[in-house]
């Protein structure tokens, strides 16, 4: 028996164990957007803490202006001491649970619930992230129970604040950069393409986000005595926007695709088998026909394509009744989701050109900028990222598939621009675990093929 | 000296008498919308049914859930029994005076001020409405005194909630219809062109309102998962509402200007002549260059062409900070305001189909009708609004102009609708009455060649 198959074995053999640890963790009543629960975020670090301990970790409770983080170093087999250094990175924070009364039961109460689709964990965080951070750390514990240490070096970095803003992450990143510096990030709090397929994320587009406010007459006019002969900035906002896309749904703005690369053929292909169902996805909300880039696939309008939306439009009357009233000025809230190869400043900077060029006489236009991030590719060709896909492949007896995702991951751009560490995305959750949302689930067959995904992850990369 | 040069004589003579009581009149704190001057209201309504009754009106203050109403009956000159016989409108109520700290004197305490231009008199309600209701009772007084009676049957109505709504008054006139009725109604609620320049007001625009929803997905969506894929209603709205307006600023629904007649050659040449400041009356808003229709000057964008404009739109997220949604639905709010020949339904349903024409699949349209009221034109081709030209421009020595207004005056409309009543609109305000405004005036000289005006009128009408 080869040191992965006894460690897998292993793995199996110790499931109903994984599986207390993790109702202990599951637990701790760790919401951290709420104050009432600093001390229960707390426990939770020190459970983590005490935890990793066990397993060899040199691991502490390292608090923070607000929750703790948990840091823990763990020393490689004397064979790997030369090997690739890894930092694990989930939180142990979770959302809250209201609204109470839509749960089945207790969300702090775990369980194991028998399903149709088989066995079930429900608890509030079983999937989002403590459910996905311990099968890391089982993996971690089995193969230290196996060979009496880890396999490469690793570090493991547990966050309590992810779910409420995460002030403290980056100034405890930049502090710690020299503790924390290893070769390659893992993140557990991602999903599986589905029940069967696993996946890694290699691309998460970037956004730039503006307000602009148009206006005209230096006070709010009365449409009966200025209508039509005074410019109206609802008029003008509602034209300059109705031109930011064609009539097949391509942005207008000058050079906004500058840079933008179509998907490789390779990935196109590997995409195409994926069997993407978009009437499905937009019929869960409502919808049936794509409103997207015409010459571009749903699964591409929504993970690897530029957008551009106006998220809010605000001016004039807006409450019951009527006002016959003609603004000084109104507002639009836009963003613009950025793929590889578009600079966030230069997409800023076209979007406040056109407005100003589409301005008419007597009206202004001022801007105010919210964010503005690039959009991450993580290098699928690195042998990680091919060694993961492997591993990942071998457990699941499918394909593991690299994706692209719509929206962002804060921590991959912290990881890449404080610790120059990129991330490989891996995560066993399912779409229907309900995260931040009553009865929130993590099927028993992502947590126990979780952490023999991670036990295959960590023997692959160690060489 | 014919009748009519000795009722001006005596009006000339008697101008200190009038101009004391009009300042009896305004010291009466007759602010409507404040329940705490009830009393005062009643108190005015009281001190004018006197005032009627010196002048041989059949006068009384006649109660209402609201403010009273002021109702008096006169007699004409056995000569005149069987001429016309008018109803004057005007109301007794005024505007608060919030701010108080900017008014240069006490609102209720009235004084006649030396101004370079000439003498006003200041007070809360000098012009709207005391001053200008003032000018036509005492043309009737001078009659009376003159002659011994009036010159023609002449009915009174004084309203006392003018400035709050006016929620007494269509059911006030719908009970009394029989005895309200009449051959032609006098209002005294407008302005002159310009000092020198006096003016009646022949038509006034009407309106259609409306408030459009689009809606798209079932749930406000992530605009990181869903963005460009799915339909943005804040997208849909701005594109439908972009396509109102043709670049030349004409309105592009179906049918809009059906029935729609240019302005007569005889009223554009009449206007010609005003010399209107399109720049000056821009100017004061902070614009400069029109913004209507550009085959018409500013005068006729305002008063006789119709427009559409957008007089509120909300969706999405407004607050501070940003938030990347992409909501279930948009709204805006519409205005109409139309011209003679436009039937305010029609112009309804033809937003309603463009709107439904223009949406794209997995989008609706729910719609809410405000208002909806046609154009008013006033007959001034009638004898009557002859004879009234023809005495104002005797009086002020330079031809009285016909004009349209842009907005709307519901007594007109209310008189048309339950009497059957036409209007002659006719008042001597100036531009610079302040009007609703601290320090409120009313030209001396507009209390006295008004109360000239009216008495040349009532000869007039009298034939």
Chains 1, 2 share one sequence.
């Not at 109705?242 to 942005?251: E, F």
């Not at 076209?350 to 008419?360: D, E, K, Q, W």
Request: aromatic share 8%; charged share 20%; glycine share 8%.
């Amino acid at each position: 028996m080869s040191q992965l198959d006894a460690v897998l074995a292993h793995i199996d053999a110790d499931q109903p164990q994984a599986l207390e640890r993790l109702f202990q963790l599951l637990r701790i009543e760790s919401i951290s957007t709420d104050p009432a629960h600093a001390a229960a975020c707390r426990d939770a670090a020190d459970w983590l803490a005490a935890d990793l301990a066990t397993m060899g970790f040199d691991a502490a409770r390292r608090d923070t202006p607000g929750h703790p983080m948990v840091v823990g170093h763990g020393a490689a087999e004397a064979d790997h001491a030369q090997g690739p250094h890894v930092l694990f990175y989930g939180h142990y924070d979770v959302q809250p649970v209201d609204p109470l009364e839509l749960w089945t039961r207790a969300p702090f109460d775990p369980a194991l619930e028998e399903r149709p689709a088989g066995a079930v964990i429900r608890a509030r965080g079983a999937s989002d992230d403590k459910g996905q951070l311990m099968t890391f750390l089982e993996a971690c514990r089995a193969y230290r129970a196996v060979t009496g240490a880890l396999p490469c070096r690793i570090s493991v970095l547990l966050e309590g604040e992810e779910e409420s803003g995460s002030a403290s992450l980056v100034p405890f990143l930049t502090e710690n950069a020299g503790e924390l510096r290893a070769d390659l990030a893992l993140v557990c709090d991602t999903g599986m393409w589905d029940r069967n397929t696993p996946m890694i994320t290699v691309g998460l587009r970037g956004m730039t986000s503006e307000t602009v406010t148009i206006k005209a007459a230096d006070r709010d006019l009365h449409s009966g005595m200025y209508g039509s002969a005074a410019q109206n900035p609802l008029r003008i906002l509602s034209r300059l926007l109705a031109g930011l896309h064609d009539a097949t749904g391509r942005v207008t703005l000058a050079g906004f695709y500058d840079g933008v690369e179509d998907l490789s053929a390779e990935m196109r292909a590997d995409w195409a088998k994926l069997d993407f169902d978009a009437a499905a996805f937009l019929g869960e909300v409502g919808l049936s026909v794509p409103a997207g880039e015409q010459d571009f696939p749903v699964l591409e309008q929504i993970s690897v394509r530029p957008t551009c939306e106006i998220n809010g439009i605000s001016g004039g009357y807006a409450g019951p009744g009527f006002k016959t009233v003609l603004p000084a000025e109104a507002t639009a809230k836009m963003s613009f989701r950025l793929v590889a190869g578009q600079d966030p400043e230069a997409v800023r900077d076209s979007f406040r050109a056109y407005i100003r060029a589409g301005l008419p006489a007597d009206c202004s236009a001022e801007f105010s900028a919210h964010g503005g991030a690039p959009a991450t590719t993580l290098p699928s060709e690195d042998p990680a990222y091919q060694a993961a896909r492997a591993a990942l492949s071998d457990e699941w007896e499918r394909d593991a598939v690299f994706l692209s995702m719509g929206g962002s991951i804060p921590i991959v751009g912290h990881f890449q621009e404080i610790l120059g560490l990129n991330s490989l995305l891996v995560g066993f959750a399912q779409k229907d675990d309900a995260l931040h949302a009553p009865n929130e689930k993590y099927d028993l067959r992502s947590f126990h093929k979780g952490i023999r995904s991670w036990a295959r992850i960590l023997h692959r990369l160690a060489g």
